[in-house]
């Protein structure tokens, strides 16, 4: 069992920057590939990035792409993403999730076993 929550959301101008971050607990947190999706106001929950636990191999959507860069420490069990340049249509809720079944970066909702409760994301123009 793995319980997530992020933190760092808030209001931040177009062009600035957030860092989020998603504290685990529960054992075995370094051996999760560990996701951050996106859920904006009546549209559904999608995929922004997620990092294996070799801190090495990395995924986006093409939305985010060289904007964003996710990172993750596992001795303080806790997974980043640092999100710059940020836009209007990056307002959203954020979630992290956990998946703890695959060996490739899964990038659909199913393919996550644990999720946090979520942090938002409010960019104005």
């Known amino acids: 069992q793995v319980q997530l929550v992020e933190s760092g959301g808030g209001l931040v101008q177009a062009g600035g920057s957030l860092r989020l971050s998603c504290a685990g607990s529960g054992r075995s947190f370094s051996n999760y590939v560990m996701g951050w999706f996106r859920q904006a106001p009546g549209k559904e929950r999608e995929f922004v990035a997620a990092i294996k636990w070799d801190n090495i191999s990395r995924r986006y959507a093409d939305s985010v792409k060289g904007r964003f860069t996710i990172s993750r420490d596992n001795a303080k069990n806790t997974v980043y993403l640092q999100m710059n340049s940020l836009k209007p249509e990056d307002t959203a809720v954020y979630y992290c999730?956990?998946?703890?079944?695959?060996?490739?970066?899964?990038?659909?909702?199913?393919?996550?076993?644990?999720w946090g409760q979520g942090t938002q994301v409010t960019v104005s123009s």
């Open positions: 999730a956990a998946d703890g079944r695959h060996f490739t970066i899964p990038t659909m909702n199913s393919e996550y076993d644990y």
